[in-house]
């Protein structure tokens, strides 16, 4: 039974030894960043050319499954930055459990200005589709470019799509009688098709690959907090599509035919005005069942958004 990789959807002080990148020579830097209100983030660059800042998704996971399962492949033509947000993964807590939209989003405008770098291209997976794209809305400015990588924006609409997708494959209806009752709905179904060890199917079609992406979510001991804190209240289950329209930066948006955690017509309710979207056949962790396709799409779209 596949235990952590399917939970949900996913679902400036420092000590950093400073960081140099050269124009043609890939460089790493592994240390602890902390920001202005006392979080220590866990913080890793690596790669060469533009930076991309990666937001990992959950709410609660961290950046090491998509760095080691198949995203350090964009590390050829970009420096890429995997940090683990407050409250998740190897990084703190904050004490007064500052975990408010506007404070997520700030640690990562304080990466970038730590890094030195005025415009960065920014991807979010699942959830941190919302932060990436909250981020953007705020600081666009300092975006050179929005990648939506298997990304939710409305949290109950892909909840609605999860319970469907489980009722579909059990053979049984769920039926949900509020907006106020899709969570409950959600982990009823979500315990009933974990019991018929068929979970793995939210993630992909093939079992082994989400054995592979669980053993690294199982291989040390992660920050949980911010799970905790995120799915306690309302200000992350907002439907943030419908600010997408106003956020103009150039956006990628890369779907999977058979994304059952965020659903497979989800990117429909996106409206940026200068979006681009790339179907990929496959679920929803394309960036390893579908490694070549995801880099050379984010590549494409990197080189176009520089000239």
């Given at each position: 039974m596949i235990q952590k990789a399917s939970f949900l959807f996913f679902f400036l002080c420092l000590s950093f030894n400073g960081y140099c990148q050269g124009a043609n020579s890939k460089q790493t830097?592994?240390?602890?960043?902390?920001?202005s209100d006392g979080v220590p983030l866990f913080l890793?660059?690596?790669?060469?050319?533009?930076?991309?800042?990666?937001?990992?998704?959950?709410?609660g996971a961290w950046s090491k499954s998509f760095e080691e399962f198949g995203g350090n492949v964009l590390e050829d033509k970009l420096t890429m930055c995997y940090f683990d947000q407050r409250g998740c993964g190897r990084s703190g807590s904050p004490a007064d459990n500052n975990y408010g939209m506007d404070r997520m989003i700030d640690d990562i405008e304080e990466i970038r200005a730590h890094l030195k770098t005025d415009k960065v291209f920014v991807i979010g997976h699942s959830f941190g589709g919302i932060l990436a794209t909250k981020y953007a809305e705020k600081y666009p400015q300092h975006v050179k470019g929005l990648i939506l990588l298997n990304a939710t924006l409305d949290i109950n609409d892909s909840l609605l799509n999860q319970i469907a997708f489980m009722g579909k494959t059990l053979g049984k209806d769920f039926p949900v009688k509020s907006k106020d009752s899709i969570l409950n709905t959600f982990f009823e179904a979500k315990q009933q098709i974990k019991k018929a060890d068929l979970d793995y199917k939210m993630l992909s079609d093939n079992i082994v690959n989400v054995e592979k992406l669980d053993s690294i979510?199982?291989?040390?001991?992660?920050?949980?907090?911010?799970?905790q804190h995120a799915l306690s209240g309302p200000l992350y289950f907002s439907d943030?599509?419908?600010?997408?329209?106003?956020?103009?930066?150039?956006?990628?948006?890369?779907?999977?035919?058979?994304?059952?955690?965020?659903?497979?017509?989800?990117?429909?309710?996106?409206?940026?005005?200068?979006?681009?979207?790339k179907i990929i056949k496959g679920g929803h962790i394309l960036y390893y069942e579908q490694n070549k396709e995801f880099k050379n799409t984010i590549q494409k779209f990197v080189l176009a958004s520089k000239n």
């Open positions: 830097t592994n240390n602890s960043f902390t920001t890793k660059v690596s790669g060469k050319g533009d930076v991309c800042i990666f937001v990992h998704g959950g709410p979510d199982t291989s040390e001991k992660r920050n949980s907090s911010f799970a943030f599509t419908k600010e997408t329209a106003s956020i103009k930066v150039p956006t990628l948006i890369i779907s999977g035919t058979k994304d059952n955690n965020i659903g497979p017509e989800h990117y429909r309710l996106f409206k940026f005005p200068n979006q681009e979207v």
